[in-house]
């Protein structure tokens, strides 16, 4: 049984960092596209941040220039790097990955983590 698995999360002060990671485990036999999603309280779920399996990434416009997204094959693992933080940035974030086991190929989500930035 595949499981993705978030930690990272926690209170930072804006401008602070963080660092999410995304751990995929079970019987994996690939992974492509990883993803980033985050929830505010009252608003819908969006995407922050993806990469595929090459490495390609794309990013919202809101986070350029200050979250990155990278990703360990060998760990089946994805990062979520956020620095100057800013209070708009407070939400669940969730980590999804497209991945083939046992059954074939569907989309994995995990359970997500607390950020909370405080101004």
């Known amino acids: 049984q595949v499981q993705l698995v978030e930690s990272g999360g926690g209170l930072v002060r804006a401008g602070g960092s963080l660092r999410l990671s995304c751990a995929a485990s079970?019987?994996?036999?690939?992974?492509?596209?990883m993803n980033w999603y985050r929830q505010a309280p009252g608003k819908q779920r969006e995407l922050v941040a993806s990469?595929?399996?090459?490495?390609?990434?794309n990013y919202k416009d809101s986070v350029k220039g200050r979250f990155a997204i990278s990703r360990d094959n060998a760990k089946n693992t994805a990062y979520l790097q956020g620095n100057s933080l800013e209070p708009d940035d407070t939400a669940v974030y969730s980590c999804?990955?497209?991945?083939?086991?046992?059954?074939?190929?569907?989309?994995?989500w995990g359970r997500g983590t607390q950020v909370t930035v405080s101004s």
């Open positions: 999804s990955a497209f991945i083939r086991s046992i059954g074939g190929a569907r989309e994995y």
């Open positions: 079970g019987t994996i036999f690939e992974i492509s596209t």
């Open positions: 990469i595929t399996a090459d490495g390609t990434t």
